[in-house]
């Protein structure tokens, strides 16, 4: 599903990937972890399009097509989704406004019409059963005033409402309780086939106890230096990550 | 000629059309000489620092449309609000339109300037309100010197008018350059309420300027909602002046819409002569081309106890130019003032400007004043989150821009104009979000 071959990426002539490889298929869970600094997010949003990096070498494809020229939304179109770690604030458009609109745009690239309304109130409805979601919470603006645990339900719900190919999640454990952790994982599991892929991008292990990973690589100064089944990410939850940086020197 | 003195030279015509021997012509005199004396505004004065009008002064306006100009309600229904009913005052260069209005003497009035300020049974509301708080300066002087038609609006004590009422000017352009100064008088007595939508609509791309002056008096208890649509020809230019008096316990928000015309000047005057007042004024501009508006905002708080609520939003495209200027004075006895100002500006191209500057005067020293002025463009990490959830940019931006504008039209009260302006948005951004916000 998504293939990435020696990817190069920099930020202002500040070089953050170097040369790194992925491949990931459908049906598969991979872990990305690492220190900070190490390039995790900076992956997460060259894949979504962000354009403020420069890719310098290297590309990536989904589904066998190079997308690295793609604007943001047309690898949505494509499938592509991003939990962001910092979703942001957007005062003024609700949280059903602002699916339907990404869902109608979405179909629209496919040549698709517009989602009938009750189809529309039906999916919200489940979605948001799936994710505890309170209905009265659909209506408030998208993130404003959101806790960090509903910034991060609302984000998967998008994702449940999208239905992506790709899913990556960005730390999107960071400021959940333990109640919202065991309810967004649920949520993922639930989304899991053998049609799509996730790519988990976090810190610490605890997430990985309920979405359980196919692959666990750790990134590390702009490369995937180790990569291994989940009993990895036990191991680096215990020991650190030094003995990584020591194995490299 | 230059046109100071084309006015200047044509009063006497002016003087054969109305009755000269009374006390309201000797108001226009006064007014006239004032003018006479000041001429136009340039920016050499404060105010008008930032807006020129000398391109628009150049053109050879005709002062007096001598041809009555007829139009087909079907050719100009889309600039009337028309999914409602309403009460209708009309003009069409300058002139009554008896087939476009729809007026009423049923318990309140809703009629014609001329009318009132002929007839006997109008005289004491004439006496005590007409050009009291109307400024002398430069362009309200000459439209006063000239004023004689308009909107006249009496709403009697306790009276609840039941549908909104529009005022409407159109100009046909049937002349090259024409110049109209409509000049309404809305008096609202005790407990009374009612709303008011206001619009001047060229039909022509020929010149057009339109010098309005509007005075608001709102008695105790009273409501008045009041929405300006500004959406007119490239060519169109219009100084709005609006003067409102406020007494105890009255609630009154002027709404004004600016998205397109020539020059656009609001000046936008309230005065506090009572307690426990409430002055709304919002505006949100979009605007692009070589298009300019201005806001020039007064709130005078004078007494105990009041609040002001400004909140002008702006989103300024091309070459497009703004002014905000708000100046909020609260004198000594003003005690226990809450008065907010919100300016907000979004340069959405990089030729765009905007001169922003909120002006407080506090003499009283137990109040909540607040300003806040920002200058910025669209989020980038907002419109990257849109465009992984699929949208678009163009319709990122817009929804953005919608949002951003947001917070002044939920206090717009009657729907259809709701849905009116936030058509208007979307026509102006170029997308169709499917749903109003």
Redesign the interface.
């Known amino acids: 599903m998504l293939k990435i071959n020696n990817l190069h990426a920099s930020i202002d002539n500040k070089s953050i990937l170097k040369g790194l490889n992925l491949e990931v298929k459908a049906g598969e869970v991979h872990a990305i972890m690492g220190p900070n600094g190490a390039g995790k997010s900076t992956l997460a949003n060259i894949i979504?399009?962000?354009?403020?990096y420069e890719v310098t070498q290297g590309d990536i494809e989904l589904n066998n097509e190079d997308i690295s020229e793609l604007?943001?939304?047309e690898?949505?179109?494509n499938g592509?989704?991003?939990s962001?770690q910092y979703?942001?604030?957007?005062?003024?458009?609700?949280v059903t406004?602002?699916?339907?609109?990404?869902?109608?745009?979405?179909r629209k690239?496919k040549g698709l019409e517009?989602m009938p309304a009750k189809e529309m109130l039906k999916m919200i409805r489940e979605k948001s059963e799936l994710l505890e979601i309170d209905r009265k919470f659909l209506s408030r603006?998208l993130n404003e005033g959101f806790s960090g645990g509903e910034k991060k339900r609302n984000e998967i719900f998008?994702m449940a409402m999208?239905e992506p190919k790709l899913a990556i999640l960005d730390e999107t454990d960071s400021g959940l309780d333990i109640d919202a952790l065991r309810i967004v994982a649920n949520g993922v599991n639930k989304l899991k086939s053998k049609d799509n892929a996730v790519i988990v991008i976090t810190h610490y292990q605890r997430l990985l106890d309920h979405i359980v990973p196919d692959f666990v690589h750790v990134l590390y100064d702009g490369k995937i230096v180790k990569s291994g089944d989940a009993s990895l990410a036990l191991e680096l939850e215990a020991k650190g990550y030094d003995w990584i940086k020591q194995e490299l020197v | 000629m230059e046109l100071k003195e084309k006015i200047v030279s044509s009063y006497l015509a002016f003087e054969n059309g109305v009755d000269i021997n009374s006390d309201i012509h000797e108001i226009r005199t006064e007014a006239f000489h004032n003018f006479e004396k000041l001429g136009f505004p340039t920016k050499k004065l404060e105010a008008w620092k930032y807006t020129s009008l000398n391109s628009v002064l150049k053109n050879d306006y005709s002062i007096f449309p001598n041809k009555e100009n007829a139009i087909e309600f079907a050719d100009v229904k889309k600039y009337f609000i028309h999914d409602i009913d309403t009460y209708k005052v009309v003009f069409i260069d300058g002139k009554y339109s008896s087939f476009l209005s729809d007026t009423t003497h049923d318990g309140k009035d809703v009629c014609l300037m001329s009318s009132a300020l002929s007839k006997s049974k109008y005289k004491a509301v004439i006496e005590n309100y007409f050009n009291k708080i109307a400024k002398q300066d430069n362009l309200t002087s000459l439209n006063t010197a000239f004023a004689n038609e308009g909107a006249y609006i009496y709403i009697p004590r306790n009276v609840e008018v039941e549908k909104p009422i529009q005022i409407i000017n159109f100009t046909t352009g049937s002349e090259a350059a024409t110049l109209v100064q409509p000049r309404n008088l809305i008096v609202v007595e005790e407990n009374a309420h009612v709303q008011i939508i206001e619009r001047h609509q060229s039909l022509t791309d020929n010149a057009v300027l339109s010098n309005v002056v509007t005075e608001i008096f709102a008695a105790r208890n009273s409501t008045v909602d009041f929405y300006k649509i500004q959406n007119d020809n490239t060519n169109a230019s219009i100084v709005d002046n609006t003067y409102v008096e406020q007494k105890t316990n009255s609630v009154v928000s002027v709404h004004t819409f600016s998205f397109g015309g020539n020059i656009t000047r609001n000046n936008l005057n309230f005065f506090q002569r009572g307690e426990h007042i409430d002055s709304i004024l919002k505006g949100i501009t979009i605007i692009e081309g070589k298009q300019h508006v201005d806001h020039h905002t007064l709130v005078h708080h004078i007494e105990p106890n009041c609040e002001s609520h400004q909140d002008y939003k702006g989103i300024y495209d091309a070459r497009s130019t703004g002014v905000f200027n708000g100046k909020v004075i609260v004198e000594k006895e003003a005690q226990k003032t809450n008065a907010y100002q919100k300016n907000n500006n979004v340069l959405v191209s990089n030729k765009a400007t905007i001169n922003a500057k909120p002006q407080l005067e506090i003499f009283a020293d137990d109040v909540k004043c607040s300003h806040g002025c920002t200058i910025g463009q669209l989020d980038d990490d907002a419109l990257f989150y849109m465009q992984q959830r699929g949208i678009p940019a163009k319709e990122g931006k817009a929804l953005l821009m919608y949002a951003f504008a947001n917070t002044v039209l939920e206090s717009v009260k009657i729907p259809e104009v709701q849905s009116r302006i936030n058509k208007l948005i979307a026509t102006k951004l170029g997308v169709n979000l499917g749903f109003d916000l």
């Open positions: 979504a399009g962000k354009d403020e604007a943001p939304e690898r949505a179109h592509v989704f991003l962001f979703p942001v604030e957007i005062p003024g458009v609700s406004n602002f699916i339907k609109t990404a869902i109608n745009e979405t690239a517009d603006s998008q999208l």
